[in-house]
């Protein structure tokens, strides 16, 4: 392997972004869901520095985001077919001139939907890049990279019998050596709790620099994550990266509980994006939210950091990092 996935501070040739377009899925939610990514469209086109280029799933959904984003300068609508937006987990990994495909089924099997498995297909084909798949169960919200051959992941997904029965630890590092350069893995625990991926590790902590990750601490009384945060802070502020640099720990304040119909949603300001020229953080909950974004201005100096309402986008079970994927430049 004679690469490694550029973090996603790298500069970006272009962002994919899914644009929600089945109202069987999204009901009542469809309109305020595109409303949410449409705005999400314009700030990384705008402020974000990005060509961004905006996947819709059928006609219907074509014919509303050509309404809503067609005149806006930097953004490309690119017909597709997928089940649904969560471009991160179906799409590929670019790295080293080529798109990293894998299997796909549906989060372990909870939500299998028609065309999600070619996605990472159209993908690489509309980049002109060649797709190279990989004969394992991989979404990429379960990795986050920090550009030196270090990854991020959680045994809760990564080790789950649903996505690879048997996979041990060793079998896993293994297997990201070879198809994304990984040079060292770094284990979390848990992810959030509801979070129907079992536990990405791009809602629960992300690199932000080299050696440096973000972590949330808990936000109010009866944080249903407080446990996992402080389990995921303790382990990596004993570990080193692929380097061999001990790594810096940074707290993010957490939305809190936000209530849904079964309890609480796993909503996290972790699920930012980082762009081009700005840092998109999503908002649940005003005053939390404006914390998390002050807290990532001191983290992305070189970056405008702006907070975006991302309710109802949530409700789908994911934010902006979910819906997006980056093509380096």
Partial sequence: MTFV????????????????????????????????????????????????????GHPGGEAVAREMLGD??????????FGDIWLRDTGPIFAGGQANGFRFNGWGGKY??????????????????????NDFILEGGAVDHDGAGTILTTDQCL?????NPGWTAEAAED??????????????????????????????????????????VAWGRGDPNAEAYDDAARRLASMTDANGEKL??????????????????????????????????????KRPGEFAVEVLKQVFP??????????????GGGSFHCITQQEPA
């Avoid at 520095?49 to 905006?54: A, L």
């Avoid at 350069?181 to 992300?206: F, I, M, P, S």
């Fill in 302 to 315: 070189d970056r405008e950091v702006i907070g975006l309402p991302s309710i109802a986008i949530l409700t």
């Fill in 248 to 285: 810096k720990v940074i707290r993010i304040p957490s939305p809190g509980w936000i209530d849904g119909e079964d309890g609480p949603i796993p909503a996290s300001h972790m699920n930012f994006l980082i762009a081009n020229k700005a840092v998109i953080v999503p908002i649940y909950e």
């Fill in 5 to 56: 996935v550029p973090p996603e501070w790298a500069p970006h040739k272009a962002m994919w972004l899914g644009f929600p377009s089945h109202a069987d899925l999204w009901q009542d939610d469809l309109d305020a869901a595109q409303a949410e990514v449409a705005d999400l469209a314009r700030a990384l086109a705008g402020p974000g520095g990005e060509r961004v280029r905006v996947m819709t």
């Fill in 72 to 81: 806006v300068p930097g953004v490309e609508l690119v017909q597709g077919r």
């Fill in 175 to 216: 297997a990201l050596r070879h198809s994304l350069g990984a040079r060292k893995v770094l284990w979390l625990g848990e992810g959030l709790r509801n979070d129907h991926t079992d536990g990405h590790v791009d809602n629960l902590a992300r690199f932000v620099a080299p050696a440096t990750v973000a972590i949330p």
């Fill in 112 to 133: 299998s939907l028609e065309h999600d498995d070619t996605v990472a297909h159209q993908i690489a084909e509309a980049a002109g890049a060649p797709l190279v798949m």
């Fill in 159 to 163: 080790l789950n019998r649903n996505r």
